[in-house]
Nanobody, 124 residues
Framework: QVQLVESGGGLVQAGGSLRLSCAAS????????MGWFRQAPGKEREFVEA????????YYADSVKGRFTISRDNTKNRVYLDMNSLKPEDTAVYYC?????????????????WGRGTQVTVSS
């Protein structure tokens, strides 16, 4: 079955950086659009970034523009989220998601496969 496992979360000071990684198994990875979402306590899950199957196209939320970058390595079945200039409001559980499609959606309901998440905490 499809399995997505996130790693790389942790506690970091404001202005710092983290790299999240998502290892995928049980799927033909290059046929899947990959996305990163996050959910803060008491808030709905929100879109962060998504990347096309080949990695040529990526989409991001306005809140992370210029600070976060999504990438993927289809030879390793991994997708990454490089997060720079972190802010306290970036604190959340970050989830990796997968969808078998050409189109790159940004709505969480359009992704059928999810990891369990990794906690990112940014202190002020």
């Amino acid at each position: 079955q499809v399995q997505l496992v996130e790693s790389g979360g942790g506690l970091v000071q404001a202005g710092g950086s983290l790299r999240l990684s998502c290892a995928a198994s049980g799927l033909a990875f290059s046929n899947y659009v990959m996305g990163w979402f996050r959910q803060a306590p008491g808030k709905e899950r929100e879109f962060v970034e998504a990347i096309s199957r080949t990695g040529e196209l990526s989409y991001y939320a306005d809140s992370v523009k210029g600070r976060f970058t999504i990438s993927r390595d289809n030879t390793k079945n991994r997708v990454y989220l490089d997060m720079n200039s972190l802010k306290p409001e970036d604190t959340a559980v970050y989830y990796c998601a997968a969808r078998p499609s050409v189109r790159v959606p940004i709505g969480p309901n359009e992704y059928p496969y999810w990891g369990r998440g990794t906690q990112v905490t940014v202190s002020s």
